[in-house]
Nanobody, 115 residues
Framework: QVQLVESGGGWVQAGGSLRLSCAAS????????MGWFRQAPGKEREFVAH????????YYADSVKGRFTISRDNAKKTLYLQMNTLKPEDTAVYYC????????WGQGTQVTVSS
């Protein structure tokens, strides 16, 4: 059973930065494309960023393009999301999963951006 554990969220003022991490268990981390997703209060979960298994292909939702950077360390089985120039509309619980999502969702990590 693969487990995904997100961390690194917190409270930050608009314009600030945070770096999220997602630690994955299981042997086959490097073969899967991975993604970050987020869910704001009262809204559906949405896609944020994608990275290929090797890490050479990335793409982003238009709302975060140019501000967020997804990366991965396959040796550490860890996925990252560097978030810069944060906006209040980035406030959400952030989750990681494969792309498409294959595993149970973790608890996520809360990101709160104040104006």
């Amino acid at each position: 059973q693969v487990q995904l554990v997100e961390s690194g969220g917190g409270w930050v003022q608009a314009g600030g930065s945070l770096r999220l991490s997602c630690a994955a268990s299981g042997r086959a981390f490097s073969i899967y494309a991975m993604g970050w997703f987020r869910q704001a209060p009262g809204k559906e979960r949405e896609f944020v960023a994608h990275i290929s298994g090797s890490g050479d292909i990335t793409y982003y939702a238009d709302s975060v393009k140019g501000r967020f950077t997804i990366s991965r360390d396959n040796a550490k089985k860890t996925l990252y999301l560097q978030m810069n120039t944060l906006k209040p509309e980035d406030t959400a619980v952030y989750y990681c999963n494969t792309r498409p999502p294959l595993y149970s969702w973790g608890q996520g990590t809360q990101v709160t951006v104040s104006s």
